[in-house]
């Protein structure tokens, strides 16, 4: 059987024409497809995610409410177990999902560092400096106690940020500065501790 060079020819043009060697420009276009396709899923999966974090702490219930500084306070009594008490005013706090944690509990939290502050520079140093002798150490205690209490809110309430992503950068320094008042107060533990009447609330 013989077959002209023009069947040959056709027939070559047929199979390259039906060959599956790709595109170049074609091919280009359709990585370039793929990587943004799959751009736009990890966005809208870490979208998911960010959202599903925010409505956890958003249905979570507050569980503290708000009070005037001398109905809170742990100055008063002795001193040496000031980290318990302070402890004891955030234990409703669930700790174990801070990223729960509810922004008003939060905005309580940091009102707590901030009266205690107030408290600390307007009453407790002009007290202290007032004093002399027994008077004046048992005011310092109440004073050490008060910054424990201070610090506790200031902690809780970067733990908290950090858990929720927010800024914890200060988290380490606030942490040391809790440590060393604790150890002040387990120091003094037993002695006399006063209080310092102060207006404010959280």
Do not use: C
């Amino acid at each position: 059987m013989r077959f002209s060079f023009t069947t040959i020819s056709l027939a070559l043009l047929a199979l390259s024409s039906a060959s599956p060697v790709p595109n170049p420009k074609t091919s280009t276009k359709t990585a370039a497809a793929d990587v943004a396709k799959a751009a736009s899923t990890q966005a809208a999966t870490a979208k998911a995610a960010k959202g599903a974090t925010a409505a956890t702490a958003a249905t979570a219930g507050s569980v503290l409410t708000s009070a005037a500084y001398n109905d809170f306070q742990i100055s008063s009594g002795t001193a040496g177990k000031a980290e318990a008490e302070a402890n004891a005013l955030f234990a409703d706090i669930d700790t174990s999902n801070l990223a729960a944690v509810s922004a008003s509990d939060l905005k309580i939290i940091q009102a707590t560092h901030d009266v205690a502050e107030d408290a600390e520079v307007e009453a407790f140093n002009p007290a202290v400096d007032a004093a002399t002798g027994d008077a004046a150490t048992a005011l310092q205690n109440g004073k050490i106690k008060n910054k424990v209490l201070k610090l506790t809110a200031t902690v809780l309430a970067l733990q908290v940020k950090g858990a929720q992503g927010g800024d914890d950068s200060k988290l380490a320094a606030e942490q040391t500065k809790l440590a060393k008042n604790i150890q002040l107060d387990v120091a003094a533990a037993g002695e006399p501790s006063t209080a310092v009447p102060f207006t404010g609330s959280t």
